[in-house]
């Protein structure tokens, strides 16, 4: 296993900043994962990290190592994209084997591992077979397996499930956490898909034009976001007014009964409690979302259980809608946000 540490790490294209003074230790063994929206910075910042680009500023180290000009063979990683990049002309066992066969080892060794490198991914027994003949997800583990049959000591994942359907998706997230888990191989991972970060990552970074917004544990970053783009971008976000400046609650923290046609008008949103209709209901199976247009003109979203008398509500209808202050989070301004999570990079 090794460590990541960047140090102030940067890159430009054409005069214009793509990566600004990032900051930043992966712990041995630590499923980390880069989360922005298209454009963020995300993609370049792996690609530094990778080799596949070098940094205007700033250093990259693995565990003591500085490989900051090192080219990509001579870093020791994996690399998985979502493309797969797999040799169509190949069977899956020359696709995994290739790695090997550029570092020259015997054929006894290529073999073994070959066949660790399937049972870990569920693959045994398609050795023989093209790609072709392979759906998406096997393909994926095909991509995953290659990846790490030489035994790398830092696993770099770019969006690799982002053409799966969703229910494909989600079971290659369990099988892609159990896999890194069982190898205990420092894992980094670069998405837009915000549940895929929160369901995977023992810590993620979340960045916007560049620069870092926060680096934190997913709890820590759903429930208590730097700042109003962290906020918005992980999820659906109520900020209400607090202590003369502005909070955040999730929907799924919102209380709503039901008062009836001719329900009396609640308190102000700047207090725990209000009252409004209901814009739109919108039945998702696992949740039912309430958009919820206050009396005073402000608007919340609600997640309330199927099974909830609340999930009975119609367009229409009048609600009262309450939160605890415990689950409203202060929000700091943006930049202020970037300091506290570049101030924080060094500690786990």
């Not at 000591?153 to 229910?167: F, M, Y």
């Not at 700047?270 to 814009?279: E, F, I, L, S, Y």
């Not at 309450?322 to 946000?337: D, K, M, Y």
């Given at each position: 296993?090794?460590?990541?540490?960047?140090?102030?790490?940067?890159?430009?294209?054409?005069?214009?900043?793509?990566?600004?003074?990032?900051?930043?230790?992966?712990?041995?063994?630590?499923?980390?994962?880069?989360?922005g929206?298209?454009?963020?910075?995300?993609?370049?910042?792996?690609?530094?990290?990778?080799?596949?680009?070098?940094?205007?500023?700033?250093?990259?180290?693995?565990?003591?190592?500085?490989?900051?000009?090192?080219?990509?063979?001579?870093?020791?990683?994996?690399l998985?994209?979502?493309?797969?990049?797999?040799?169509?002309?190949?069977?899956?066992?020359?696709?995994?084997?290739?790695?090997?066969?550029?570092?020259?080892?015997?054929?006894?060794?290529?073999?073994?591992?070959?066949?660790?490198?399937?049972?870990?991914?569920?693959?045994?027994?398609?050795?023989?077979?093209?790609?072709?003949?392979?759906?998406?997800?096997q393909?994926?583990?095909?991509?995953?397996?290659?990846?790490?049959?030489?035994?790398?000591?830092?696993?770099?994942?770019?969006?690799?499930?982002?053409?799966?359907d969703r229910?494909?998706?989600?079971e290659?997230?369990?099988?892609?956490?159990?896999?890194?888990?069982?190898?205990?191989?420092?894992?980094?991972l670069?998405?837009h898909?915000?549940?895929?970060?929160?369901?995977?990552?023992?810590?993620?970074?979340?960045?916007?034009?560049?620069?870092?917004?926060?680096?934190?544990?997913?709890?820590?970053a759903?429930?208590?976001?730097?700042?109003s783009?962290?906020?918005?971008?992980?999820?659906?976000?109520?900020?209400?007014?607090?202590?003369?400046?502005?909070?955040?609650?999730?929907?799924?923290?919102?209380?709503?009964?039901?008062?009836?046609?001719?329900?009396?008008?609640?308190?102000?949103?700047?207090?725990?409690?209000?009252?409004?209709?209901?814009?739109?209901?919108?039945?998702?199976?696992?949740?039912?979302?309430l958009?919820?247009?206050?009396?005073?003109?402000?608007?919340?979203?609600?997640?309330?259980?199927?099974?909830?008398?609340?999930?009975?509500?119609?367009?229409?209808?009048?609600?009262?809608?309450?939160?605890?202050?415990?689950?409203?989070?202060?929000?700091?301004?943006t930049?202020?946000?970037?300091?506290?999570?570049?101030?924080?990079?060094?500690?786990?």
């Amino acid at each position: 296993m090794s460590s990541i540490r960047l140090e102030n790490l940067g890159k430009s294209y054409a005069g214009v900043q793509a990566v600004r003074g990032v900051d930043l230790t992966v712990a041995d063994g630590e499923f980390f994962t880069i989360l922005g929206p298209s454009g963020s910075g995300k993609t370049t910042l792996l690609t530094l990290i990778a080799g596949l680009a070098m940094p205007t500023e700033g250093r990259i180290l693995f565990g003591d190592r500085d490989v900051t000009h090192v080219p990509t063979v001579g870093r020791g990683i994996g690399l998985v994209f979502q493309n797969y990049a797999l040799f169509p002309h190949m069977t899956v066992f020359d696709n995994v084997a290739f790695p090997l066969s550029v570092r020259k080892k015997k054929r006894a060794e290529i073999e073994d591992r070959v066949q660790e490198a399937l049972s870990l991914v569920r693959l045994t027994g398609f050795e023989k077979r093209k790609p072709s003949q392979m759906s998406g997800g096997q393909q994926q583990r095909v991509a995953l397996a290659r990846a790490i049959v030489f035994r790398p000591t830092i696993l770099l994942l770019d969006e690799p499930l982002g053409a799966l359907d969703r229910k494909l998706r989600e079971e290659l997230q369990v099988e892609l956490k159990e896999l890194q888990r069982s190898l205990r191989v420092t894992t980094l991972l670069v998405t837009h898909d915000q549940e895929e970060a929160l369901s995977l990552s023992d810590r993620l970074l979340v960045i916007d034009k560049g620069t870092v917004q926060q680096i934190a544990p997913p709890r820590e970053a759903y429930l208590r976001p730097a700042n109003s783009f962290v906020a918005d971008f992980l999820g659906i976000s109520n900020f209400v007014p607090l202590d003369g400046g502005k909070g955040v609650v999730r929907p799924e923290r919102l209380q709503v009964e039901l008062i009836g046609e001719h329900g009396s008008r609640g308190p102000s949103v700047t207090a725990p409690n209000a009252t409004g209709r209901v814009r739109e209901a919108v039945y998702l199976g696992q949740v039912v979302r309430l958009h919820v247009t206050l009396d005073d003109g402000g608007e919340l979203i609600a997640a309330v259980s199927p099974a909830g008398p609340a999930a009975l509500a119609q367009s229409g209808d009048a609600v009262a809608v309450s939160w605890q202050r415990e689950h409203v989070w202060p929000l700091e301004a943006t930049r202020s946000g970037a300091e506290a999570a570049r101030r924080a990079a060094f500690h786990k």
